[in-house]
């Protein structure tokens, strides 16, 4: 599997904090990589609809999160924002994030 995290957006965009985050589970270690598996299950990534979250009207200065999986012949994008609720998925993109 090959996940990629994008961030854009928020008041003061910091270029080295919005480049894509890619993590591959042929390089990470087997606990890694199934920690990986099982947050990406969890979050029931390749079910959620393309977009998830919607900011209220006027709302400015957020991120938007677009997460992309490939694994065994599909390929899933959900973009999500501050906005989002899913808890599960919030823990994905997290997970990602803090993997800078």
Do not use: C, W
Not at 20 to 40: F, K
Not at 53 to 82: C, S
């Amino acid at each position: 599997m090959r996940i990629t995290l994008q961030r854009d957006g928020g008041d003061f965009p910091i270029p080295a904090l919005n480049q894509p985050i890619t993590l591959d589970t042929g390089a990470l270690s087997a606990p890694e990589a199934e920690e990986l598996r099982e947050r990406v299950a969890n979050a029931h990534f390749f079910d959620q609809p393309a977009v998830v979250g919607t900011a209220p009207p006027g709302a400015v200065g957020y991120f938007t999160y677009t997460l992309t999986a490939q694994e065994e012949g599909r390929k899933h994008t959900v973009q999500l924002n501050d906005f989002t609720s899913d808890p599960a998925l919030l823990a994905l993109k997290d997970y990602l994030a803090n993997k800078r």
